[in-house]
């Protein structure tokens, strides 16, 4: 009877592709919604000077200083250099997190010898790590590379071990009734049902390679949105470090935006809540 009732007030609604274009503006509108509001307080907080304006400078002291670094062309190669650095360090972590992953998930016996160690390892704070890198590494790009690299390791090796291990043992029994053994089990089984887990450590470990840059970026460096901020911490200038806070998250949502949508592209199978 509510199937009937509904095609029967369908068409008096909206047509389809007017209630396709008002979705469309919702999803873009709605996430604006709450940095309109901060950005509202903090511009009154600015101008009724709740807060000094040397430590706290209003939205538009912000905004017009990194319009003007980017305008003058000043923040291009530091953008550059720190995307470089973060994407070199993220595709060589996450590089190595799948190959250990999938030898963790799937054997038994090398988990329970491997995995261990990679958990110890992880408990490490990060900038523990820094001494040693410089040690190793002097204080060049490789050092700054190898430390975002492992932070970028431990999120994607979790997550696509955790997945393979963890795979529904009857769809592991179908594929072998279908004479699936070895690779083929795993290209063909596990490692779809895998993909999901995977697409998440990626996520976290983009997430994690742009906290770490900055850390990378006070390893000596002479370059990079990093030694910007630092640049204007050592000079008073407030501004320029949200300026380039500002930069960081853009830049983080930009490419954690990038690998959701080639998350849906590759998981467009699944029959999940979010696709409703």
Known sequence: MSELILNLVRPLGAPS?????????????????????????????????????????????????????????????????????????????????IVVGAITGYSRFWRSIIDPTIHALRTIPGLAWIPMFILWLGIDESSKVVLIAKAAFFPTYLNFM????????????????????????????????????LFVGLRQSMGVAWLVVVAAELMGASSGIGYVLLDGEMTGRAQIVMACMIVFALCGKTTDLIIAKISNRVLRWQDTVEKE
Do not use: C
Request: net charge positive; hydrophobic share 50%; no cysteine.
């Open 17 to 97: 592709w007017g209630r396709g274009l008002a979705d469309r503006s919702s999803s873009i509108i709605r996430p604006l919604i709450f940095p309109a509001l901060i950005l509202l307080v903090w511009q009154s907080v600015g101008t009724f000077q709740l807060v000094d304006p040397v430590l706290l400078p209003t939205p538009t002291r912000v905004l017009g200083a990194l319009w003007d670094m980017l305008s003058s062309g000043f923040l291009n190669p530091h953008l550059a250099i720190s995307f470089q650095r973060v994407l070199l360090g993220f595709a060589s972590g996450v590089t190595v997190a």
């Open 162 to 197: 955790s997945g393979i291990a963890r795979a529904d043992r009857k769809l592991i029994e179908v594929g072998e009734v279908y004479r699936l053994r070895g690779a083929r089990l795993v290209t063909k089984v596990m490692l779809p049902y895998s993909l999901p887990f």
